[in-house]
């Protein structure tokens, strides 16, 4: 396709996308934003820590300090025959850009360095400061990427004072939903013993099963928190379970269960983490339970960063836009542990991680116009 009809943000868009940037990989994504931001004058540092392609780049010294955050990794595509259009093509149908990643998100990455090209053109003496923070494991284990480079910055007292992420945080249309926060996610990996035998003999045998049944119904029914006028109750939720040989006739000796608490501001996870092994030596069961903390709930209150971005949605694209802490995680939870106030807004999320995944062109070139005016309210 030519591109020269397209506005830059679509094509910068395009080009990323068919950079085929599977997690980990960066397939030569950041290689591409790096050039242009160079030419900014941007101070460009790569940092590859182990199989993952790290980029921070920042254009001043002084505060206050404005990130761009993102990542460049897709998730795998699946059966690539399944999809309408090849899904590294970045084929264009009907005003909407296709391909894996278009909306979570290339195409937030696009807008943001076109939106930085053009702040920078109009006000080359602007206040503060500008980076880029860039990863490509963030769909992945998220554990060499963004969080190794938030440890660099902090060993050398470098701060981020307001951070932008762009994941596909719009729900209906642009805008109309900014994440302003992100509840906690911690992972209990339980293992109860009991006693393998034939069913046709329990009272040889320890069923597992049974003898945890009343402390997971226990578990599920708990009232962990009420939440709080930002995050909705802290929630649990069982997601895996498992038991037995795979014959009918055989009592299991060991059962695994694998459950996940989302978790509010109104409690720690020390505190989750005390209330299960109460619960789960209550009912006398002989456990063993592992814990794995995805990340820690953060929460930007109304203030400059948020106001600001509130106020420039609605002069974009008229949407009076709503503040919400709902969804999974992102990255914004390793930048905001610093003390920023961090913020997510991108484009819709109806199709990430989907089949045919893709993004409106109208709306990638109106997110450009939105960080722009972010970035004009900041900082000049």
Known sequence: MNDSHLSEVITLARALIQRPSVTPEDAGCQDIMNKRLSALGFNIEEHFFVDTL?????????????CFAGHTDVVPTGDESTWQYPPFDGQIYNGMLHGRGAADMKGSLAAMLVATERFLTKHPNHNGSISFLITS???????????????????????????????PSSRAHLGDVVKNGRRGSLTGHLTVQGKQGHVAYP??????????SPALAQLSETTWDNGNEYFPATSFQISNIQGGTGAGNVI?????????????????????????NNILQAHQLEYELEWTLNGLPFLTEPGPLLDVTLSAIEEITGTISTAET????????????????????GPLNATIHQVNECVSIEDLDNLALIYER????LLT
Not at 54 to 66: D, L, S
Not at 203 to 212: D, S, T, Y
Not at 252 to 276: I, M, W
């Open 203 to 212: 009272h040889l045998a320890n069923n597992p099963i049974h003898k945890a």
């Open 326 to 345: 709902s969804g999974g995680t992102s990255d914004g939870r390793f930048i905001a542990q610093t003390g920023a106030k961090v913020i997510e807004l």
């Open 374 to 377: 972010i970035l004009e309210k």
């Open 137 to 167: 494991d963030e769909e992945g284990p998220f554990i060499n990427g963004t969080t190794r480079i938030v440890d660099l910055l902090q060993a050398r007292n470098e701060k981020i004072d307001m951070c932008l992420v762009g994941e």
């Open 54 to 66: 790290n980029t921070w780049a920042r254009k001043g010294t002084i505060e206050p300090h404005f």
């Open 252 to 276: 299991p000796g060991e059962l695994y269960v694998q459950f996940n608490f989302r978790f509010s501001t109104e409690v720690t996870a020390d505190e989750l983490k005390t209330k299960v």
